[in-house]
Structure formats: structure tokens, C-alpha cells
């Protein structure tokens, strides 16, 4: 299987920061990579797909990079309704694999 | 709009089964798989399997193999998970998710369902 591992576990930053999520897969996945989102008691909502497409009607300060081993997702200016924990998650191959999850609080 | 609809919150005792259904609507049904996600109390998000309504083709977890099947019936637009002999470690919430993609293993989880929670308690 492949592992899928984020840091950090948790961040606390300030409204406006530039905050950035590194998740590294334990072999290469190409841009088989993927972001969501979950907030506080709902369902997660897919960010980010295949490493850097934004999805529809997602804010354009979140972006994604990476490819390989080696991926980021970045919120360029934090709001206050990014309050959350963020998931990577690969589709390279089954099992289908979600990082541990990064969560987002706001100082 | 496309939506997945799950079926409501239920208790179990250790050693039963139980059934959560996703109703789709808002797109063809039999167009895209459909996977199923856990998340225990607390807890990330664990991948568990897909079916693909067309064939019935399903996919699983090795952990969840011969505990977990996979079902749908197209007449009603509804996939079904069924985990059986349920142990405590059980408890969570049960998604249910659309995938759609582009070639090759370009796949991701565009919709979801609002989630069920199972309790498995004596």
C-alpha cells in the first residue's frame, strides 16, 4: 500500500498568512494526487485534483504543486472560513490512501 | 445539482451487520463508481472500496475483505455498504462519494454524501 504522510499535523496561523501543507507519498504517484477539505462536522469537499486543478468554484487562493513523491497545497491568504483539517489523498492505486490530515486553526 | 443522499444514524450491537444506503441524484447513476469512506470518532479518513453501477464491478480494502460487500440497485439510483460481524473499532461515520476523472488513474471524489454514523455498542 502506499502511505501517504502530511506535515505538519497541525498549524495555527494568522488571518492573511501565506500557509502551505507538504503530504509525500512512500513511492512515486505522478500527479495522482488529490486535496480536501473537511470542516468541523461535515462532509470533506474536494480542493484540489490531479496535483494542481483548482475545482470549480474553489477560492483561487488555494493552489496545489508537486509531482513524484512530493506535493503542496498552499492557501496564499488564510480566512477565517478556512478553518479545517485538509486531506491528500492518492489514486495511483488501490487502496485508494488519505494522508493522516493537517489541521488549519486560526490564530 | 448532483446529490448523495445516505441513510440516517443507527445503533449495532458487536456481531451484527448493518446496511448504509446512498441514493444519487442529479447525474446518470450508472455513468460513475462510487466509493465508500470512513472516519472514525476524531479520526482521518479511511478508503474502504467502489462499486461501479453499470457492471457491479467492486473493488476493497484488503482489511475489509469478507466483511464488506458492495451493492446497487440502478431501478432506484442507490448504492449500498453492508459491513458485517461488526467489532467497536467499527464506530464511525460512512461516506459515500462520487468519482470522476480523466484517463489513467485520474480519478477524485467530486460529491459526497452528508454521512451515516454507525455505533456499534452492546
Known amino acids: 500500500d502506499i502511505q501517504m504522510t502530511q506535515s505538519p499535523s497541525s498549524l495555527s496561523a494568522s488571518v492573511g498568512d501565506r500557509v502551505t501543507i507538504t503530504c509525500r507519498a512512500s513511492q512515486s504517484i505522478s500527479t495522482y494526487l488529490n486535496w480536501y477539505q473537511q470542516k468541523p462536522g461535515k462532509a470533506p469537499k474536494l480542493l484540489v485534483y490531479?496535483?494542481?486543478s483548482l475545482q470549480s468554484g474553489v477560492p483561487s487562493r488555494f493552489s496545489g504543486s508537486g509531482s513524484g513523491t512530493d506535493f503542496t497545497l498552499t492557501i496564499s491568504s488564510l480566512q477565517p472560513e478556512d478553518l479545517a483539517t485538509y486531506y491528500c489523498q492518492q489514486s495511483n492505486s488501490s487502496p485508494r490512501t488519505f494522508g493522516q490530515g493537517t489541521k488549519v486553526e486560526i490564530k | 445539482q448532483v446529490d448523495l443522499v445516505q441513510s440516517g444514524a443507527v445503533v449495532k450491537k458487536p456481531g451484527a451487520s448493518v446496511k448504509v444506503s446512498c441514493k444519487a441524484s442529479g447525474y446518470t447513476f450508472t455513468d460513475f463508481a462510487v466509493h465508500w469512506v470512513r472516519q472514525a470518532p476524531g479520526q482521518g479518513l479511511e478508503w474502504m472500496g467502489w462499486i461501479t453501477p453499470n457492471r457491479g464491478d467492486t473493488d476493497s480494502a484488503q482489511k475489509f475483505q469478507g466483511r464488506l460487500t458492495l451493492t446497487r440497485d440502478t431501478s432506484t439510483n442507490t448504492a449500498y455498504m453492508e459491513l458485517s460481524r461488526l467489532r467497536s473499532d467499527d464506530t464511525a461515520i460512512y461516506y459515500c462519494?462520487?468519482?470522476?476523472?480523466?484517463?489513467?488513474?485520474?480519478?477524485?471524489?467530486?460529491?459526497w454524501g452528508q454521512g451515516s454514523l454507525v455505533t456499534v455498542s452492546s
Open positions: 462519494a462520487r468519482v470522476v476523472g480523466g484517463s489513467g488513474f485520474f480519478e477524485w471524489f467530486d460529491s
Open positions: 490531479a496535483a494542481s
